[in-house]
């Protein structure tokens, strides 16, 4: 039965091994990072004028990839937006500056420890993002649970069970849609987060289900023979 559930649960990507995986191009995230690193160089071409520090303007390099993490998620992406902001840092601030080229031999370790930093640095703020994402979709879903516990036990006979398992079920899936569209797609095969959580929660259900059922039908067949 569980089998058969898990081919029309919403986010559903239970896929074969010769499934060919799409490729998903998001060009609002690209418009994103260019901007954030756009405004972040001229914020630093600004502190580089009035006199300060380059550390400043790696710092402001670093945060840049940070708050990128949080829009965007994935170790590519991240590891792609710290190089990138490197070479940016490269470009516009170590002579001979407009170009790729460093002359000074502390430089290539400046560069090195810059984007480990900043890998480091988008890879915890992504972790976290993730982190408090999932808590939220678990506070959401055990809600569910309890209260669908408390409607079951609320319940006389078999129908109002039936619809209290279909509304229930039916929030649970429109919370699995919203979170398969907005996770990113994976090359892995495997049971989304979506489907697995959506089969755990209908496994509980059935069990309190039955439990219900179980009690309501020694009623039903007494209240028959009394009459």
């Known amino acids: 039965m569980f089998s058969r559930l898990t081919t029309w649960l919403p986010g559903n990507t239970l896929c074969r091994e010769n499934a060919p995986v799409k490729a998903h191009v998001r060009y609002k995230d690209v418009f994103s990072i260019a901007g954030i690193i756009g405004m972040v160089t001229l914020l630093g071409l600004l502190i580089h004028y009035l006199g300060f520090s380059d550390v400043s303007v790696i710092t402001l390099y670093i945060l840049a990839v940070q708050i990128i993490a949080v829009r965007v998620s994935g ?29 000074d031999p502390d430089y290539p370790m400046t560069f090195v420890i810059m984007f480990i930093v900043s890998f480091l640095a988008g890879s915890l703020a992504d972790r976290l993002k993730r982190m ?16 669908t516990s408390q409607l079951l036990n609320k319940a006389l006979v078999s129908q109002e069970a039936a619809e209290v398992l279909g509304v229930q079920l039916h929030k649970l899936l429109l919370s699995g849609q919203s979170e398969a569209a907005q996770s990113p797609a994976r090359g892995r095969p495997s049971i989304p987060a979506p489907a697995a959580a959506t089969l755990r929660f209908i496994r509980e259900v059935i069990r309190m289900g039955r439990s219900v059922f179980c009690r309501a039908m020694p009623d039903s067949m007494s209240s028959r023979k009394a009459s």
């Open 75 to 103: 170790r590519i992406s991240n590891a792609v937006v710290s190089l990138l902001c490197v070479a940016i840092y490269n470009f516009f601030f170590t002579d001979p500056k407009y170009t790729l080229l460093a002359y």
């Open 132 to 147: 408090a994402g999932q808590s939220e979709r678990n506070r959401y879903r055990t809600q569910i649970l309890y209260d």
